[in-house]
């Protein structure tokens, strides 16, 4: 695995600090197991990659409502999984019978008929568009008519001032407690018909979880196979349903339960050793991201409001399903580590506009970098202290919300 800034795994800091820079050295944990255990580059790579696809599978099969209408995302998705499995190395067995499961069991049909149907019954309910649009819809609606009377006020002959501070403070608020309503609306719909989507489609979403669970099995044989000690690899999953699993915490996240597990050793096996150099590493290295949320853990203020550095609303916006393209761009990025405080980039930042860690928890931002991608565009990186869950948030950010977004990074950057 390449020494890169970032990668799609989680990352340990070295005790060294990169002066230069301003900012700490980092090794990824695959890199550790790789360098560790003397692994090929591309054995981690691989893990990863089918715990995503685990990842994905799970959570349609899950909360298939909320992938209605993305188009785009699930393009994205059902690209990635497709080139995995292209890519399995069918001399070995276990790869060769779970390509033919995959194909047998015609997984991409049965996803994109479930996601069809599930369409078709959201219009029955009069929902024919994502929350996302819903929520960028009305904020234009309300918003849009309050910044042209804003406008108008400040062009007229005499004092308005103590009209225009009421308004500019409504422009700032009313957008927050429209998403808050909207999204708190959306997890109600969701809740009551997740029963019904699922007697509808039960032998499809059970075909799903089968090859989900026949995955998982081919990865922990993989990491037997390998001598990859079993409880440094933690994973998080929306269900209960699959084999050969250790539970070992859970939580409510907004409405749905989010389970961590282990894999299970084989009856009669003894654990593998973890070696000395991970050894001061007592939780598991390699914890893999959820479809739906930042993880590893990346979120984006879309709609971002502000000038000149200055950040003056935005809405959090979860970016894990393009995480591989911000781990490029970040590759690609250099950082100066800025002076400025999180009040001063972000003057009102506060428990309505926040960064929020996955368990809930408003996040405390430790670290803010001022990055230049390909010297042509400047973004901002925050970086979040650990939670007391145990998660690292990324947060990304224009500095300007005039700034020209290069094409490349517009799926990153648009809500």
């Known amino acids: 695995m390449s020494e890169d800034k970032y990668k799609e795994d989680s990352e340990v800091e070295h005790p060294e600090k990169d002066k230069q820079k301003g900012r700490r050295k980092k090794v990824t944990q695959g890199q550790m197991i790789q360098e560790a255990l003397g692994l090929n580059p591309t054995d981690i790579e691989e893990v990863e990659k089918k715990l995503f696809m685990v990842r994905f599978l799970d959570f349609f099969s899950e909360d298939t409502l909320e992938f209605i ?23 070995r067995e276990e790869e060769k019978l779970l390509k033919q499961s995959f194909e047998s069991k015609n997984i991409l049909n049965v996803i994109e008929n479930v996601k069809t149907k599930a369409e078709e019954f959201a219009v029955s309910k009069g929902i024919k568009t994502n929350v996302n649009k819903r929520l ?34 409504v422009v700032c608020i009313l957008p927050q407690l429209i998403r808050g309503r909207v999204v708190k609306n959306w997890a109600q719909v969701k809740d009551q018909n997740k029963g019904q989507i699922y007697e509808e489609h039960r032998d499809d979403i059970m075909v799903i979880k089968s090859f989900a669970g026949e995955l998982l099995n081919n990865i922990r044989s993989r990491l037997i196979e390998l001598e990859v000690p079993l409880q440094l690899i933690k994973f998080t999953l929306f269900s209960r349903d699959y084999e050969n699993l250790n539970l070992i915490n859970s939580r409510n996240v907004r409405g ?106 408003k996040a405390k931002v430790e670290n803010i970098q001022i990055c230049n991608w390909k010297k042509q565009f400047k973004f901002y990186l925050f970086e979040t202290e650990e939670c007391k869950c145990g998660e690292v948030i990324y947060a990304l950010s224009l500095m300007d919300e005039s700034t020209n977004i290069p094409d490349e990074l517009k799926d990153i950057f648009s809500s």
């Open 136 to 169: 960028r819809r009305l904020t234009l609606i309300i918003t849009l008519p309050l910044f042209a009377l804003l406008t108008i006020l400040t062009f007229l002959p005499f004092d308005l001032s103590f009209v225009v501070f009421p308004i500019l403070c």
């Open 256 to 361: 749905f339960m989010q389970y961590f597990y282990t894999f299970e050793y084989p009856p009669g096996m003894a654990e593998i050793p973890i070696p000395d150099k991970l050894q001061k590493y007592q939780q598991p290295i390699i914890q893999g991201r959820r479809a739906e949320k930042p993880e590893k853990n990346f979120i984006v203020l879309t709609e971002m409001k502000g000038n000149d550095g200055i950040i003056t609303s935005f809405v959090p916006t979860l970016k894990d399903l393009v995480a591989e393209k911000i781990n490029a761009m970040l590759n690609e990025s250099e950082f100066n580590k800025t002076s400025d405080k999180l009040e001063t980039i972000i003057p009102n930042y506060s428990d309505e506009m926040a960064i929020y860690c996955v368990c809930g928890e």
């Open 69 to 91: 209408f993305k188009r785009r995302i699930m393009e994205q998705n059902i690209s990635r999984i497709t080139t995995y499995m292209d890519a399995l190395q069918i001399e």
